[in-house]
């Protein structure tokens, strides 16, 4: 076999792992950066000097770039131990914070909840999307190049058929983070006459347009290693997002936003209905002839083209819960019912998820079939609620110690009282109204950028390192290299106020 058959073969036949393995990994983070917002309360309080932007960049890669690098390599099968571990921290840095408050001091803990319950926000952001878009892109990031080394579990690779790989969330998963925040959520492009609207998609998705093109005549050219069965022999994910775009913006135009659910419930189930009832199962493993030939354009890109179908469910899933979240409220309380009400939505799709596994048929993400749709949305949506419920939980820590500021989550409108022995904030004004300086605000900010950035070093760095027979600390190594590489750049752009947009 030559060096490109060796790689190709590394990375498929592979048959996945559990919902709930992937599931418990996933909202690790969600953790990681709770603990990493109660650090930064509790050294503003024990020190009142600020920090430079160096500290602040270092701090956020530890907590979440670091985490998913380990949970993806050699602590994959040590998961329950950190948990334990981040959870320990955590309750002793709020265990550190609450008794150290400087609101509320001599006041009961169900007076002070009541307090906080009826504190208000400002509702204009939500955090838990920006974290969500951004724990979705470093896990993307990392597992592309993490899955051509051997310290990479290959239950965690894509699937080949059938089953659920770690690495099948996350086309899944920006798929959904992208719909959250579509212009039509955020009363964007919306006016003026339809034919101008379709006009602004369609110059949108331009730059993919030229990123897909390129891809594909970067690794045609040089013999990159592909996985055929993918997408097919000339599509690939950019093509994907266009045509989902495409044909999202199209239904938003004469469909409600609040319909959006009945949109991909009917698309996802007309879908699994031709799958099983007529030759389009076929078609996708098989191709026209039924010997898997890719003679033809569809035959050669049948996996990339037909479940775009799937993913267009899954966007509108997405727009769902955006218009959902993104609803303007201005207390606790009421975030407390949201994250409630998600959490309650996103179980309630895992145990559909089992029946309909049980029942129809495993999930697939080759054909991204109603079982793996269910499970997109579902694991989206539970760590939506996680990120949410960290928030909340951020927000009390704030309450307790006055003039507390953690980038990247709410501010809190209420001023409550304080002792007056600690009246002054340890906090300046000036400080609070700064721009937010953070990995998660920078990564937020030039998301298709970093996609882009990660796929380019990725391909570099397979061709000039012998990825498969690298050892465990180099290839650690590598990882954490090319992480903080791609994040540090994204936050010297954000430092420097600059957006890299094509349109």
């Known amino acids: 076999m030559s060096h490109k058959q060796m790689k190709e073969a590394f990375v498929s036949n592979h048959n996945g792992t559990s919902v709930l393995e992937i599931t418990q990994g996933l909202c690790f983070p969600s953790l990681c950066i709770l603990c990493r917002g109660l650090l930064i309360i509790l050294s503003q309080h024990l020190c009142s000097s600020s920090r430079t932007w160096k500290i602040g960049f270092v701090i956020d890669f530890v907590f979440l770039i670091v985490p998913l690098v380990m949970t993806l390599t050699i602590l994959a099968s040590f998961i329950f131990f950190e948990y334990l571990a981040i959870i320990i921290f955590g309750a002793g840095l709020f265990y550190q914070i609450y008794c150290r408050r400087t609101c509320y001091a001599r006041m009961p803990v169900q007076k002070i909840l009541e307090k906080f319950l009826q504190t208000s926000l400002e509702s204009e952001y939500i955090p838990a999307i920006s974290c969500f878009r951004v724990i979705n892109s470093a896990f993307t990031a990392v597992a592309i190049l993490a899955v051509d080394f051997p310290l990479f579990p290959r239950r965690f690779a894509k699937t080949e058929l059938y089953g659920t790989g770690a ?254 022995k600690h009246s002054e904030s340890p906090v300046s004004e000036a400080e609070r109204n700064k721009p937010s300086i953070c990995l998660i605000t920078a990564m937020n900010r030039n998301q298709l950028t970093f996609f882009l950035m990660s796929n380019i070093t990725t391909g570099l760095i397979n061709l000039l390192v012998d990825t498969l027979h690298s050892s465990t600390l180099w290839a650690l190594f590598v990882l954490n290299l090319y992480m903080f590489t791609n994040c540090l750049i994204m936050y010297l752009l954000h430092l420097q106020d600059r957006t890299i947009k094509f349109w």
């Open 167 to 420: 690495m099948d969330f996350g086309v899944g998963g920006f798929v959904f983070g992208t719909a959250m925040v579509c212009p039509e959520i955020r009363r964007k492009c919306m006016e003026g006459s339809t034919f101008y609207y379709l006009t602004k998609s369609l110059y949108s998705v331009w730059p993919l347009v030229f990123i897909g093109i390129g891809r594909l005549i970067i690794i045609k050219s040089i013999g990159y290693q592909e996985h055929l069965t993918e997408y097919g022999v000339h599509w690939n994910f950019f093509f994907t997002l266009i045509v989902v775009k495409l044909i999202t913006s199209l239904l938003l135009i004469f469909l409600p936003l609040n319909k959006s659910w009945i949109v991909a419930v009917s698309i996802t189930v007309l879908y699994q209905l031709a799958l099983d009832f007529t030759p389009l199962k076929r078609l996708i493993l098989y191709g026209t002839d039924g010997s898997g030939t890719r003679v033809g354009l569809l035959n050669a890109n049948r996996e990339g083209i037909i479940s775009t179908l799937g993913y267009v469910a899954i966007y509108m899933a997405g727009v769902q819960t955006g218009s959902y979240v993104l609803k303007k409220r201005s207390y606790i309380k009421d975030w407390i019912k949201v994250t409630y009400g998600i959490l309650l939505t996103a179980i309630s799709l895992f145990v559909s998820l089992y029946i309909v596994q049980v029942n129809v048929e495993v999930a697939s993400r080759r054909m991204a079939n109603l079982a793996f749709c269910i499970w997109i949305v579902a694991s989206c949506l539970l760590l939506l609620s996680s990120l949410l419920l960290g928030d909340i939980i951020l927000s009390f820590a704030k309450f307790l110690i006055q003039g507390a500021l953690v980038p990247c989550s709410w501010k809190l409108i209420q001023s409550p009282a304080t002792n007056k």
